[in-house]
């Protein structure tokens, strides 16, 4: 730190994200992305007449993009706010409605933590039951704002949408968010509750089902008073928050409701035969509604499988918290990188046995 910094900054413990080296060619299974490309029709939509015209800025209100994604859910495009991937979402809406506290799971996001922190909210974290399942009880009239991860990160285990119905309408003077990066591997999507309850904000993103992580784009869908509110805080913190290729990739991206579908059916067929290999190893493997499956192998701990596979040139990722350190997080990749996956547990657990 320089001596310049202020006070504040000495104590953030910022979010660690999920490495991305350069040093080989790795099969990444750490981070989430999707392992097809974007929509092809979105991507021929970027040409030279759309990058001559980065001379000017932006379309502050993304109206074109906040338009397709009316129509694809059948909501009111002033029920939309586009944001700089949805982490920005996360910090705009921890900014206008959790200052006076926050809860969620001990093992979710890492990120909702670290905003928190950067804003001052109090936080107050809810343990998941012993098969890391949300229990909705514990959500009911918290008397703050409520996040969750729906399905949660690091476990990929969905809640219903009933229960999430509840934990809503049992919160109606509270903000209750709900995450969705990973809904679209799920079979709940909470933005039709939106036209129900005033205090839903859904917090939605382009980087995980749509193929788009390095384009930036999220958005919330709401009741059109609180996105009010969040147009005031993102007009106060940076009024050209996307970028003119990034609304136009995306915009495309959700047109291409066929393409999108198609990602969605493959990686959800790759998951559930690869979680089959996994169990037929006798891995423990978490039930998944997300893009990933957290797994623990009967052979080996969390933190020495995921150094084998790195040394292997495969990335998944690992993390030290306490209740999942014994796990790895493995992304759903195509159905050749899975295979290059349990081969290289093959290998690895194998050496095992012979050393013992
Ligand atoms: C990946 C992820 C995000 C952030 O995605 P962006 O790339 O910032 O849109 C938000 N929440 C969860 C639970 C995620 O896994």
């Known amino acids: 730190m320089s001596r310049f910094a202020d006070r504040r900054i000495e104590n953030i413990s910022p979010y660690v994200p999920g490495e991305q080296p350069r040093d080989r060619k790795y099969i990444k299974l750490n981070t989430n992305e999707n392992p097809y490309y974007a929509s092809a029709y979105a991507v021929s939509a970027v040409d030279g007449e759309l990058l001559l015209n980065l001379k000017r800025y932006s379309d502050p209100e993304c109206r074109d993009l906040a338009s397709a994604i ?70 009911f009239y918290k008397g703050k704002s409520v996040v969750i991860a729906n399905p949660n990160a690091q476990t990929g285990i969905a809640l219903g949408g009933d229960k999430i119905e509840e934990i809503i309408a049992k919160n109606a003077d509270n903000i209750v968010i709900i995450d969705q990066a990973y809904a679209d591997f799920g079979e709940f999507n909470a933005i039709e ?49 996307v970028n003119t290729v990034s609304l136009l990739l995306a ?68 993390f030290n918290d306490e209740r999942i350190a014994e796990y790895i997080r493995i992304t759903i990749g195509t159905d050749a990188e899975m295979g290059r996956l349990l081969s290289a547990i093959d290998q690895i657990t194998g050496e095992n046995n012979e050393k013992s």
């Open 193 to 241: 509750l939106t036209k129900k309850y005033d205090n839903l904000v859904t917090v939605n993103t382009f980087s995980k089902s749509r193929s788009l992580a390095g384009a930036r784009v999220g958005y919330i869908i709401a009741d059109r008073r609180l996105i009010e509110d969040l147009k005031k805080v993102k007009n106060s913190f940076h009024p050209y928050n």
């Open 251 to 318: 915009a495309r991206a959700m047109e291409d409701r066929e393409y999108f579908l198609s990602c969605m059916e493959k990686i959800k067929a790759t998951r559930a035969s690869f979680a089959e290999q996994l169990i037929a190893r006798g891995f423990e493997v978490l039930p998944s509604s997300a893009n990933f499956v957290l797994a623990r192998s009967p052979k080996t701990d969390g933190k020495s499988l995921y150094e084998s596979l790195r040394a292997k040139g495969i990335l998944v990722r690992h």
């Open 70 to 139: 009316a129509d694809f859910y059948g909501v009111q495009s002033d029920q939309i706010m586009i944001t700089n991937g949805s982490d920005e979402a996360l910090a705009f809406a921890f900014y206008a409605y959790c200052r006076q506290g926050v809860c969620f799971a001990d093992v979710t996001y890492g990120f909702y933590e670290v905003i928190a922190r950067l804003f001052g909210c109090p936080v107050e974290k809810i343990s998941l039951d012993e098969q890391f399942k949300i229990v909705p009880d514990n959500y």
